[in-house]
């Protein structure tokens, strides 16, 4: 069975994902990530800077496939076909169709309007397929 998390209320979408990136391969995952064109370099930056001694080794959807396949985690404009992972974090707005292949999916969603309503849309398509996706409000988190 797919999980299927909801993070709402990101105060910053990116920095957000690096941390939880961070934490799921600290936990030995593999993780796809989904970003708008825009916010790849910014999150590409926020994996490189996030702690000031060290980075989270990544790969950007147009690096060599040698170097992707080596990766725990891959940045990426459009779903990768050739990337095995079993998480998917997914900063769009877009629905993931193919998103049954990965052991867990991750929506992360911003204080935005435009992106809460697209996340309730992603919701009501999860629910349609059968799954219950789990609601964290990251505004009641402390500290």
Known sequence: MNEVAFHFNAPDKVHYAARLVRKAVARGNRLLVLTDPEDMGTLD??????????????????DPVAVRQRSPVLLACSLAQDFDADVLVNLRHAWVDTWVRFAKVVEVVSEDETDRQAARDRWRMYRQNGVEPVHHDLRSRTG
Do not use: C, G, V, Y
Request: hydrophobic share 55%.
């Open 45 to 62: 930056t926020a994996l490189w800077t996030l702690e000031p001694d060290a980075f989270l080794a990544h790969a950007l959807d147009n």
